[in-house]
């Protein structure tokens, strides 16, 4: 499996609910769930990029994105440049929604602490994001 992630991110608990009575994966589940989805990421992108008019919409996909697509290492950069371009066919409420956290999250850090680089980096995302939904 390609490992196209960063091994210390945190999973959604949106993607893989918590059965009862299944174990705990530990560290080595939860890299392996990691690298799966980020493996699924990037078929996602490769899929809707190269051929849009097949590509199928997943509504829990697309919200994971749209949740997690400030954080640099849920998001690489190479795919935030497909997430963009994928976010100016967003329609409807969920651009609606999407504009308006990014302003709420835009306020928020212009009160944060402007010298730490990952404030600095998410703050450049949601400037893009802004200027392409606007």
């Known amino acids: ?10 999973p959604c608990p ?3 609910p918590r059965r009862s009575g299944r174990p705990a994966a ?16 990037f078929l996602i992108f490769h899929s809707w990029s190269k051929n849009p008019e097949e590509w199928k919409f997943q509504k829990t996909r697309q919200t994971w994105l749209l949740l997690h697509m400030y954080d640099k290492e849920k998001v690489p950069d190479e795919y935030f440049t ?16 999407t504009v308006q956290k990014a302003e709420a999250l835009m306020k928020e850090l212009d009160g944060s602490d402007a010298e730490d680089p990952s404030v ?5 995302r949601i400037r893009q994001v802004l200027q392409l939904l606007s």
């Open 14 to 16: 949106q993607v893989l």
């Open 82 to 97: 497909i997430l963009l371009d994928y976010l100016q066919g967003l329609r409807g409420s969920a651009r609606d929604t």
């Open 26 to 41: 530990g560290e080595d589940g939860r890299v392996r769930f990691i690298q799966a989805f980020c493996f699924v990421l």
């Open 120 to 124: 600095v980096e998410k703050s450049e």
């Open 1 to 10: 499996m390609l490992n196209i992630c960063s091994p210390n991110l945190a």
